[in-house]
């Protein structure tokens, strides 16, 4: 079941930009994380970023090692639509992204502990 809805990706050259955003109608989160993974074919869903908060004032960021320096994710608190900034594309980015969200701020790296996802979108990077 979707519970999130997410827009953005596509195709883009080496080296390219690529903004993902992911909303979450009708859901209050006090505390909690909203992250973004991955899944290329053949391989497993993997972390790619996550924001977690447990209150409306500081937020902590985390990154997974291969897009560190390359992707931002940020989140507007008061709408709950988080965006992911991807820069410096390259093919080994190419996966299905899924946003997800959990009311809890701890374990953001794990799929199995989201309790929403989106419906997925494809990020492509080809010449």
């Known amino acids: 079941q979707v519970q999130l809805v997410e827009s953005g990706g596509g195709l883009v050259q080496p080296g390219g930009s690529l903004r993902l955003s992911c909303a979450a109608p009708?859901?209050?989160?006090?505390?909690?994380?909203m992250g973004w993974f991955r899944q290329a074919p053949g391989k497993e869903r993997e972390f790619v970023a996550a924001i977690t908060w447990d209150g409306p004032v500081t937020w902590y960021s985390h990154y997974a090692d291969p897009v560190k320096g390359r992707f931002i994710m940020s989140r507007h608190h008061a709408t709950n639509i988080q965006f992911l900034e991807m820069k410096k594309l390259t093919p080994e980015d190419t996966a299905v992204y899924f946003c997800a969200a959990k009311y809890s701020s701890d374990i953001y790296d794990k799929p199995d502990e989201y309790e929403l996802w989106g419906q997925g979108t494809q990020v492509t990077v080809s010449s």
């Open positions: 009708g859901r209050t989160f006090n505390k909690g994380a």
